[in-house]
């Protein structure tokens, strides 16, 4: 069964520096991923997504994301964060036939001034 | 692309009563999920649906949860009896046959007293 982890539970980075959020996944065969953002009281907005091909991904608000399949990991990252960047942050691992999406319990992130 | 648009936002019941939300999908995409989220968790997967048929339920669904999909478009997710651990964020999503992630509505948010 497919599963991810996700290590962080929150974290905390001041405006203006780099964010990197860590995610590993278990799957038995070459994963669909995802990340998704979750502003309070909203849905999940997808940032970007790996189905094949170029390992590194370019998302949406200057996210990228890298796959590393001898580390089993997707982990998103953004050079300078926004205020508006606070929120929540979801790892998405897909079934490659029925694209349903197992998640992460998600990582909390606060921008401080 | 007017988005999945899910009603009510918030339900407030008692325990021993019955719900139902609404989930519209965007128009063209054939399958549709329902997860359902708790506080500090990420979403967890319960059902989906290709057109009007159920493919998959999970064994969070337990039997008093009913889904339908009656004409491939819209979907219910009905909950009779309720219980105070049916409180949670119920999300719908919905995605193409193939090659699309899922795009998510804002979610129904029941409480249950």
């Known amino acids: 069964a497919q599963s991810v982890t996700q290590p962080d539970i929150h974290i905390t980075v001041s405006e203006g520096a780099s964010l990197e959020l860590r995610c590993n996944y278990s799957?038995?065969?070459?994963?669909?991923l995802f990340w998704y953002v979750q502003s309070p009281g909203q849905g999940l907005q997808l940032l970007l997504k790996?189905?094949?091909?170029?390992?590194l991904v370019q998302g949406i608000k200057g996210f990228e994301a890298e796959f590393k399949r001898s580390q089993s990991s997707f982990n998103l990252r953004k050079p300078s964060v926004h205020w508006s960047d606070a929120a929540e942050y979801f790892c998405a691992v897909g079934d490659r036939d029925d694209y349903k999406l197992s998640f992460g319990a998600g990582t909390t992130v606060t921008v401080r001034a | 692309d007017t988005g999945v648009s899910q009603n009510p936002r918030h339900k407030i019941t008692k325990r021993g009563q019955n719900v139902t939300f609404r989930c519209d999908p965007i128009?063209?995409?054939?399958?549709l999920y329902w997860y359902r989220q708790t506080l500090g968790q990420g979403p967890e997967f319960l059902t989906y649906f290709q057109n009007e048929a159920q493919l998959e339920k999970s064994r969070l669904l337990s039997d008093r949860f009913s889904a339908e999909r009656p004409k491939g478009s819209f979907s219910t997710l009905e909950i009779q009896r309720t219980e105070q651990g049916d409180s949670a964020m119920y999300l719908c999503?919905?995605?193409?046959?193939?090659?699309?992630?899922?795009?998510f509505g804002n979610g129904t948010r029941l409480t249950v007293t």
């Open positions: 999503a919905s995605s193409l046959e193939e090659g699309s992630p899922l795009h």
């Open positions: 128009s063209e995409h054939n399958r």
């Open positions: 799957y038995g065969a070459t994963p669909y």
């Open positions: 790996y189905f094949s091909g170029d390992t």
